[in-house]
């Protein structure tokens, strides 16, 4: 069975850093390339980060480009987005979602986890 | 950046009846169009990919259509379990691959 797990969410305070985990299980992780998607509690969706599969090419959303890091460990089966000078409006669920590549839908997400940036 | 614009914002529509969503781009991205559908309190869950095509495990009710900059979703003889909200992203060039805001379809 297809798993993807987010973990590492939380309260923080504004300016903090956080780093969220994504294990994956039931695939072969290193086959894939995965997205970052958060959603603000009840409003849309927001892709955030997308990672290739061996980690080649990464890309940011521009309102994450330069506080947010994306990285992945083939070896691990786990995706990690280390969140740093944390604001506000970055107060979300984030999901961690597969993709075959770039040009590829987003076919399977985890449940997501929730971060909190307040003081 | 690539303006999804989704309408209506809400769709209210009877059981068994078929509702129609619409998806614009504010410029072409081929068909390389998905909608999703998420219900209160889970993940979305991918229904189309490639404008058109039904993902695993997708009831046949569930139809898409459009290439470049509209796209339609139609939901055929409506389920109580249809009623979600349902969101269409393009996956085109490059990233960021942008969210339309979502449409809320209702029982009327």
């Known amino acids: 069975e297809v798993q993807l797990v987010e973990s590492g969410g939380g309260v923080i305070r504004p300016g903090g850093s956080l780093r969220l985990s994504c294990s994956a299980s039931g695939f072969t992780f290193e086959n894939y390339g995965f997205s970052w998607v958060r959603q603000t509690p009840g409003k849309g969706l927001e892709w955030v980060s997308g990672i290739n599969w061996n980690g080649a090419s990464i890309r940011y959303a521009d309102s994450v480009k330069g506080r947010f890091t994306l990285s992945r460990d083939n070896a691990k089966n786990s995706l990690y987005l280390q969140m740093d000078s944390l604001r506000a409006e970055d107060t979300a669920f984030y999901y961690c979602a597969r993709q075959e590549e770039w040009l590829f839908p987003l076919e399977f997400w985890g449940q997501g986890i929730l971060v909190t940036v307040s003081s | 950046e690539i303006v999804m614009t989704q309408s209506p914002a809400t769709l209210s529509v009877s059981p068994g009846e078929t509702a129609t969503l619409s998806c614009r781009a504010s410029?072409?991205?081929?068909?390389?169009l998905a909608w999703y559908q998420q219900k209160p309190g889970q993940a979305p869950r991918l229904l189309i990919y490639g404008a058109s095509t039904r993902a695993t495990g997708i009831p046949a009710r569930f139809s898409g259509s459009g290439s470049g900059t509209d796209f339609t979703l139609t939901i055929s003889s409506l389920q109580s379990e249809d009623f979600a909200v349902y969101y269409c992203q393009h996956y085109n060039n490059w990233p960021p691959y942008s969210f339309g805001q979502g449409t809320k379809l209702e029982i009327k």
């Open positions: 410029q072409g991205v081929s068909s390389r």
